[in-house]
């Protein structure tokens, strides 16, 4: 990520406030990204921006290509004459959509046409097969492809001819919907890059089973002749789970995917450094060795240790991309084979001070056993806000936290955080929650909930000038200020 120390902001895009049911690309979107330049901040970290399926997880996405439709900006929906500004009142951003691509697709030739028609092309080697799937996904109402109609779920090519033949106006919709996203997300990109800010995405390793790539790509995972996964993704037991957790994602057939040339991943990678600066790459254990369960285990206990591609994998990608601009997320029980490949390739790690006391002094994620490769976060959007981890903490580790801290934990977010800004890792990324000093109710995601998670959302008016101030005066105070604003 280079040398120089920076500061970030961890904000997924949902999150921000607005008239919709989520938070868009739009003009809130630009007044976080002033935001941040105020508060002089280098670095804006979302979560994977892809159309998020089972729980609305941004990490169980319907492609790993497509992008979130629900950011699209509507109020330029309507600057574009696609739909009337009354109607942005009355509608979620999926139906203002649906309106503007029937409305966009009638008007016939001209130069925003030409324009959606040339990045349909350039497009197509994943969004037709996406575009088609989200119409079929519709038709068999959410069902798993497996449930669909066997010539559809098994891609007879008679069958998804009639099929594109008969769901063509939804899938044109489709089709508008990602490139209106890549018009406005291209747009705030711009301006956070002009205003010094990169964006930090997040690539979650494994895909869901309930996706266009396992449906359209049944050759590059471990499925059997129905399409059914053989194996799954998931985590041995541990100290937190007694069974392990099971997540289900179908595995990768790397032999397969190394025989194609890496085809799929470098297309992969492509598509998100597009949206992004930097990604973060989730389980990156993975590519060392992954978890890999028998489909019709119910639990996790019974799996096995499974090789990654490893280096080959990466050398592969550098070759194809140049310097890799990866984060590798190295949270939880790592072993030397991870840390070497992690190192081979000069990738920084994460350090999270919420995991980082109540286990002595050797404890990795305490800051005076920081390293200066790698980011700081005072939690994650996996994390209760720092504010209800203290006030949730058995008494003897809240008594460590404050030894160390030496504070009375009134203000124990800023604690950390000035703790993180102080390190020497380049890099320290706060969640909003944190800079905002919010509790309990204001978490992103709780692991292994079924229901409540990835819905909080900021208030109008939030985070407001006076936490820029303060930010500003902390990110100033550690060396930590873009090279831009230094006197």
């Given at each position: 990520m280079g040398a120089v120390r920076g500061s970030g902001v961890l904000l997924h895009p949902t999150s921000l406030p607005g008239p919709r049911g989520t938070g868009e690309a739009g003009a809130?979107?630009?007044?976080?990204?002033?935001?941040?330049?105020?508060?002089?901040?280098?670095?804006?970290?979302?979560?994977?921006?892809g159309?998020?399926?089972?729980?609305?997880?941004?990490?169980?996405?319907?492609?790993?290509?497509?992008?979130?439709?629900?950011?699209?900006?509507?109020?330029e929906l309507a600057a574009q004459g696609w739909v009337a500004r009354g109607e942005l009142r009355t509608g979620r951003t999926q139906d203002l959509l649906e309106?503007?691509?029937?409305?966009?697709?009638?008007?016939?030739?001209?130069?925003?046409?030409?324009?959606?028609?040339?990045?349909?092309?350039?497009?197509?080697?994943?969004?037709?097969?996406?575009?088609?799937?989200?119409?079929?996904?519709?038709?068999?109402?959410?069902?798993?492809?497996?449930?669909?109609?066997?010539?559809?779920?098994?891609?007879?090519?008679?069958?998804?001819?009639?099929?594109?033949?008969?769901?063509?106006?939804?899938?044109?919709?489709?089709?508008?919907?990602?490139?209106?996203?890549?018009?406005?997300?291209?747009?705030?990109?711009?301006?956070?890059?002009?205003?010094?800010?990169?964006?930090?995405?997040d690539m979650p390793m494994f895909v869901a089973h309930q996706s266009a790539d396992a449906w359209a790509h049944r050759d590059l995972f471990h499925l059997d002749d129905a399409g059914r996964p053989r194996v799954v993704a998931g985590v041995p037991p541990d100290y937190f789970s007694r069974?392990?957790?099971?997540?289900?994602?179908?595995l990768y057939r790397w032999d397969a995917m190394a025989a194609q040339g890496w085809t799929w991943w470098t297309d992969r990678f492509r598509a998100v450094l597009d949206l992004v600066d930097l990604v973060r790459i989730d389980h990156f254990r993975g590519f060392a060795a992954n978890w890999e369960i028998p489909a019709d285990h119910p639990t996790a206990e019974h799996g096995r240790w499974a090789p990654g591609p490893g280096a080959a994998f990466f050398e592969a990608m550098r070759d194809r991309l140049g310097a890799l601009p990866i984060v590798a997320e190295d949270l939880g029980v790592i072993t030397p084979d991870v840390v070497a490949l992690r190192d081979r390739f000069g990738l920084p790690?994460?350090?999270?001070?919420?995991?980082?006391?109540?286990?002595?002094?050797?404890?990795?994620?305490?800051?005076?056993?920081?390293?200066?490769?790698?980011?700081?976060?005072?939690?994650?959007?996996?994390?209760?806000?720092?504010?209800?981890?203290?006030?949730?903490?058995?008494?003897?580790?809240?008594?460590?936290?404050?030894?160390?801290?030496?504070?009375?934990?009134?203000?124990?977010?800023?604690?950390?955080?000035?703790?993180?800004?102080?390190?020497v890792s380049e890099w320290c990324v706060f969640p909003i929650q944190d800079v905002l000093g919010l509790g309990t109710e204001a978490r992103m995601n709780r692991p292994g909930a079924s229901g409540g998670n990835w819905n909080w959302r900021l208030r109008d008016g939030q985070p407001g000038d006076g936490a820029a101030r303060w930010l500003a005066e902390l990110t100033q105070e550690y060396g930590r200020e873009p090279a831009a604003s230094r006197t």
């Open positions: 809130q979107a630009h007044r976080f990204v002033r935001w941040l330049a105020d508060a002089r901040q280098s670095l804006w970290q979302v979560l994977p921006l159309p998020p399926g089972y729980g609305d997880s941004p990490y169980a996405a319907l492609s790993a290509f497509a992008g979130d439709a629900r950011l699209v900006d509507g109020d309106l503007a691509a029937d409305r966009f697709l009638a008007r016939g030739p001209g130069a925003q046409r030409a324009a959606f028609d040339a990045f349909c092309g350039a497009s197509a080697p994943w969004l037709d097969d996406f575009a088609l799937f989200m119409a079929l996904h519709r038709r068999f109402e959410g069902r798993t492809w497996t449930d669909w109609d066997r010539p559809l779920a098994l891609r007879d090519p008679t069958a998804l001819a009639e099929a594109r033949g008969a769901l063509r106006r939804e899938i044109d919709r489709h089709r508008f919907a990602q490139w209106r996203l890549r018009e406005d997300w291209a747009r705030l990109k711009r301006a956070a890059n002009g205003a010094g800010i990169r964006l930090l995405g069974t392990g957790q099971r997540w289900g994602n179908p790690g994460m350090r999270v001070l919420q995991f980082a006391f109540g286990s002595g002094p050797d404890n990795p994620y305490l800051p005076h056993n920081h390293v200066p490769r790698g980011i700081v976060y005072t939690g994650t959007h996996d994390n209760d806000s720092t504010r209800g981890w203290f006030a949730s903490m058995p008494p003897a580790e809240r008594a460590a936290v404050l030894r160390y801290t030496g504070t009375d934990g009134s203000a124990i977010e800023r604690d950390l955080m000035r703790l993180a800004s102080m390190s």
